[in-house]
């Protein structure tokens, strides 16, 4: 599955979608695929802070629980709340499917966040 070319990427294996100063940061195909079957997700409520590098959350597995970690600081705006009843759609549509929406304290973050070529290039070291 390709990267998507906008997003940018953890390594840690989140990404992020920026429109305007609101990003919606979901886990990568790479990261669904490690997990396995994703029956539960554990994410904050709106109004919540979140850092860059500090967890927010976990996505449970059949395999095990796996923290989430934020790309960048600020605010969440938006939860999304079909994962509560289809927490499936992570394995499904892992690109398409974001966990939470933040509203950005600093964009400057973005810039130490890999492109799409270089988290190819991070997972083919991992793998």
């Keep these: 599955m390709p990267y998507p ?21 979901g886990i990568t195909d790479y990261a669904q695929n490690s997990l396995g079957d994703i029956v539960y997700v554990d994410a904050p409520k709106v109004g919540d802070p979140v850092t860059a590098g500090a967890s927010f959350g976990s996505v449970e597995s059949v395999k095990a629980v796996s923290d989430l970690f934020s790309p960048v600081t600020g605010t969440v705006t938006a939860v999304n709340e079909e994962l509560k009843d289809a927490p499936d759609k992570l394995n499904e549509k892992p690109h398409e499917t974001w966990i939470i929406k933040v509203e950005l304290a600093d964009p400057a973050e973005l810039n130490a966040l890999l492109d799409a070529a270089a988290y190819e290039a991070f997972i083919a070291e991992e793998s």
């Design 5 to 25: 070319a906008n997003y940018r990427y953890t390594r840690e294996h989140e990404w992020i979608e920026l429109t305007g100063n609101i990003g919606a940061i």
